[in-house]
């Protein structure tokens, strides 16, 4: 295989690889696709110069523990390990699930309204 092919093909793995780690992180995610191409296009161009492999970079997390923990403040571990693997902002999913509730607990109570107090004719 030519040297250059072999470049071109770790570079492309290279930029594979740091797309889908900044697809994880809820702020690299409202980028526009211009600006996120050019960033992984940069981040992958510095990976290459200092032989970072592209293994590497799927194998450690997106971002650092502190950023993690802050993160997911306050969250269950494992609501917030289930949202980063979807890729889905952690405090969204509380607010979606607390959103859900009110609603669930409002129908029922209208349920009960209803069985309780059934229209007269």
């Known amino acids: 295989m030519p040297l250059f092919l072999h470049a071109d093909s770790s570079l492309a793995e290279l ?6 780690a900044l697809q994880s992180d809820p702020h690299t995610r409202t980028l526009p696709a211009a600006e996120f191409e050019i960033l ?11 032989g970072v ?8 997390t997106p971002w ?8 997911c ?6 609501v917030c390990a289930w ?3 979807h890729k889905i902002d952690p405090s969204l ?4 699930f607390a959103l859900l509730t009110a609603l669930l607990l409002l129908g029922l109570l209208v349920f009960l309204w209803h069985k309780l107090h059934p229209p007269q004719e």
Do not use: F, N, Y
Not at 40 to 50: D, H
């Open 40 to 50: 992984v296009s940069r981040l992958a161009a510095q990976a290459q110069e200092k």
């Open 64 to 71: 650092g523990e502190a950023a993690l923990a802050s993160t």
């Open 15 to 20: 930029k594979a690889a740091i797309r889908v």
């Open 93 to 96: 999913v509380l607010w979606t």
């Open 73 to 78: 403040a306050g969250i269950p571990a494992s």
């Open 53 to 60: 492999s592209a293994d590497s970079i799927a194998t450690s």
């Open 83 to 85: 949202a980063i693997e």
